[in-house]
């Protein structure tokens, strides 16, 4: 998954990604028992990104590369690469399901895809489920119990057709849960079930700023699953047109799509009938991803935002065959040690 993430964050979990850094996951080049005194410290300036490399062509996803394969650089900067791996880390899911507006994205056939996706993953991987529209409710904490979720996607709220889709207050709650309550170790993903990819942000919540913020600092992968009907292409197409008109007069809006680029996540859009395949290569897809890790050489922790541009070595790219990354676009660097050590307190 889905994920980049920055270990020592303002409100970042510091010491939950010391162990982190130091689990058999991250450290495929150095045995456990030789990691030294050194490497926990290392450990608080530990950046963790995920990325996932295809041919521009045809979209096929390219694995078997090795960490000399990349280049990665921090405003500009080269940085060196000290740990890699691929497809080792378990999943940390947000099944995050919208329930307002016009049209219920979640159909009996979707409500099926969605169960038999999560009963695909792996015994390590842990889902939570989340309804929102004007609010947002947690249906099941994260859990490995698949019952759990069954049973939590079976209470799923009903429907309401004067309600908002409220990203701005739902991805900024999932945020802050997925920090809290998700796997350390894990990819983090928030998977978006919905008929829109364009909302306005409802008025009392978190500003659009905020919820970036809280979401770069989750180090969370923001993906969407769309299904694809005649009645929800209309709507999606009036709330694209609404919102365009709206930030004509300064009315703020949230872009799934742009949250997805942002964090390196994807969005599928397909039929309702062919949802199982679609939840399919979105699982594969997170499990396709490449961990890096490094040590910034701007050891200045002045909570900035900081862009990482990761790239395949140009020995790779063939004139026929480009090789694209995607991956987070950048990360927000840690504060005083202080500040990152209050937010291990639940609220």
């Known amino acids: 998954m889905k994920a980049s993430k920055r270990v020592s964050l303002s409100l970042a979990l510091t010491i939950a990604v010391s162990v982190a850094a130091l689990s058999p996951a991250q450290t495929a080049e150095k045995p456990a028992a030789q990691v030294k005194a050194d490497d926990v410290r290392l450990a608080v300036d530990l950046v963790v990104i995920d990325a996932q490399v295809y041919q521009q062509k045809t979209a096929r996803i390219v694995g078997n590369l090795k960490k000399e394969d990349f280049i990665l650089s921090e405003d500009g900067a080269k940085q060196q690469i000290t740990h890699f791996s691929q497809d080792t880390l378990p999943l940390s899911v947000i099944l995050m399901v919208d329930r307002g507006s016009c049209l219920d994205p979640f159909s009996e056939k979707v409500h099926s895809a969605t169960l038999e996706a999560i009963n695909r993953l792996k015994p390590s991987d842990e889902v939570a489920l989340m309804a929102f529209s004007d609010d947002v409710e947690i249906l099941q904490g994260f859990t490995h119990d698949r019952r759990k979720i069954a049973r939590a996607l079976d209470r799923m709220p009903g429907h309401r057709e004067e309600a908002g889709h409220c990203y701005n207050l739902a991805f900024h709650d999932a945020a802050h849960y997925m920090r809290r309550a998700g796997n350390p170790d894990g990819r983090r993903v928030i998977i978006v079930i919905s008929t829109v990819t364009t909302a306005f942000d409802c008025r009392g919540g978190p500003s659009g700023d905020e919820m970036r913020q809280a979401l770069l600092e989750s180090g969370t992968v923001v993906c969407g699953v769309i299904p694809k009907t005649k009645v929800g292409q209309m709507e999606s197409g009036a709330m694209?047109?609404?919102?365009?008109?709206?930030?004509?007069?300064?009315?703020k809006k949230t872009s799934l799509n742009k949250l997805a680029e942002e964090t390196g996540g994807v969005i599928f859009n397909?039929?309702?009938?062919?949802m199982d395949s679609t939840f399919n290569n979105l699982i594969s897809q997170l499990r396709t991803r490449y961990s890096i890790g490094f040590v910034s050489s701007n050891a200045k922790r002045d909570g900035s935002f900081r862009k990482l541009k990761l790239e395949v070595a140009p020995a790779l790219q063939k004139q026929d065959e480009k090789l694209v990354v995607k991956t987070r676009r950048g990360y927000v660097a840690?504060?005083?040690?202080d500040d990152r050590v209050d937010t291990l307190q639940p609220k």
């Open 270 to 274: 397909d039929k309702p009938e062919v």
């Open 334 to 337: 840690s504060k005083a040690p």
């Open 240 to 251: 694209r047109a609404a919102t365009g008109i709206g930030g004509m007069f300064g009315v």
